[in-house]
């Protein structure tokens, strides 16, 4: 297994301090770096029967997963659900999990792959790693990327383990609900204001201050509104 330089001091860290959502941040980082042929890469967790971004390199991971928690449909998902590696070698005539791939090659995603997570005999997400260019992933890619999905395995085992029987999972999971909260929200707000992921971000910190309510708050504010308006329209997937 290809492995990080810092994948162990990585997980000895999480140890010390239970920091799983800087650990996840810079375990997507790496893996990005090292496998070959990845551009961006975004960590699912199991949420309620679907998923939720934890951690990402960047929006065009962000986006390629919120597009498949809004249909429930897409190669993360499959992995997560059904415990095996589900390769995409090209979203343009890809066929399952309609209209999943049709909108990932709107967003510049090619080609894809993504490695489940199981902690303790369960189904605990997925890692997903995302090119702009068709049928790039290799054996060697794969290899790579499953090193990286045991070290996420890793930490979240690591982190439950921490916790213990008190609060403290409860703490850690919430930390990375609020991250993904506001990484859903700058990926809508790109795309209704059509404007850069930072510009999204300003916006939202500038609705904050101004409301004088916390971040991840006004973020959760963008995303029930676009929910709601989902559920407003019956005929829209």
């Known amino acids: 297994m290809q492995q990080g330089p810092d994948a162990r001091e990585l997980l000895a860290s999480l140890a010390s301090s239970g920091d799983l959502g800087s650990f996840l941040g810079d375990l997507v980082e790496l893996t990005a770096r090292q496998v070959p042929h990845a551009e961006a890469c975004g960590l699912t967790l199991t949420r309620s029967a679907t998923g939720v971004t934890v951690a990402s390199t960047g929006p065009l991971a962000d986006r390629a997963d919120e597009e498949q928690y809004q249909v429930d449909a897409g190669p993360c998902l499959e992995s997560m659900r059904t415990g095996t ?63 990286w999905a045991e070290q996420a395995t890793g930490a979240l085992a690591v982190a ?38 930072a510009a999204a971000f300003d916006l939202l910190r500038i609705a904050s201050q101004r409301r004088n309510v916390k971040l991840h708050e006004v973020a959760a504010g963008v995303v029930t509104a676009f929910e709601e308006g989902l559920a407003d329209r019956p005929g829209r997937w």
């Open 85 to 147: 590696v589900v390769r995409v070698e090209d979203m343009r005539t890809e066929r399952r999990w309609a209209p999943y791939p049709e909108r990932a090659a709107e967003l510049g995603v090619r080609s894809s792959l993504s490695l489940p997570l199981d902690v303790e005999g369960r189904s605990a997400g997925a890692l997903n790693l995302y090119a702009t260019a068709p049928g790039v992933f290799t054996a060697e890619d794969e290899a790579v990327a499953a090193g």
């Open 160 to 197: 439950l383990r921490v916790a213990g029987s008190d609060d403290r999972a409860k703490r850690l999971l919430g930390g990375l609900d609020t991250r993904a909260a506001i990484g859903q929200a700058v990926g809508l707000l790109m795309a209704q204001e059509r404007c850069t992921a």
